[in-house]
């Protein structure tokens, strides 16, 4: 069965620095590839999508991914990390089915210290 | 531009009784979902639908019936609610098998 590992329950990072939150899947295929974003309180905000070709994608909010084929892993990152950037962040996996099927990484909370 | 409303925001229901909580979208989107979200879970999909009229299960049906009378709506029931159905649902739609996902706020759905 497809499934969607987020190692880290909890990361704290001091604000300016640097971000990593890790994603590793497992499917037999190239699938699609999301990270959501979600705020207390609130429903979840796409922040960037692979689909196919380049491998490095941009997302919002100064995010970025990159797509390891060799790994199965979709890492997302950010150089700066700004006090508002404390959330929850979601992967979610999404199948070649013929329509649109998530399924999604248990999340990492981020907290970001002064 | 709405996008996907969900309704109500909150609900508190006694064991046993029975609600609907409705998922509208402007977007006029073929594809329609339901999640729960539980801590430390993630989501997990409910239901399901590829277009009006059409429903199909998801990873956790059981408990839970849908709807999809008109192409904007889809509605996801409880008939008989259980403590273990308190949780925070939401209500996710696409366009096409390659595009993302968009989401509701969410419905809070307590059960005592």
């Known amino acids: 069965a497809q499934s969607v590992t987020q190692p880290d329950i909890h990361i704290t990072v001091s604000e300016g620095a640097s971000l990593e939150l890790r994603c590793n899947y497992s499917y037999g295929a190239t699938p699609y590839l999301f990270w959501y974003v979600q705020s207390p309180g609130q429903g979840l905000q796409l922040l960037l999508k692979y689909f196919s070709g380049d491998t490095l994608v941009q997302g919002i909010k100064g995010f970025e991914a990159e797509f390891k084929r060799s790994q199965s892993s979709f890492n997302l990152r950010k150089p700066s990390v700004h006090w508002s950037d404390a959330a929850e962040y979601f992967c979610a996996v999404g199948m070649n089915t013929g329509f649109q099927k998530l399924v999604f990484g248990t999340g990492t909370r981020l907290l970001v210290s002064p | 531009n709405a996008g996907v409303t969900q309704t109500p925001k909150f609900r508190v229901l006694k064991t046993g009784q029975s609600m609907t909580l409705l998922c509208a979208q402007d977007?006029?989107?073929?594809?329609m979902y339901w999640y729960r979200q539980d801590p430390g879970m993630g989501l997990r999909l409910i239901h399901y639908s590829v277009g009006e009229g059409t429903t199909a299960k998801g990873e956790v049906p059981d408990g839970y019936n849908v709807s999809r009378l008109k192409k904007q709506n889809f509605l996801l029931g409880l008939e008989s609610a259980a403590p273990s159905q308190t949780s925070v649902y939401f209500c996710a739609s696409t366009r096409l098998e390659a595009q993302p996902q968009h989401f509701g706020d969410g419905t809070r759905l307590s059960i005592l």
């Open positions: 977007m006029n989107h073929e594809y």
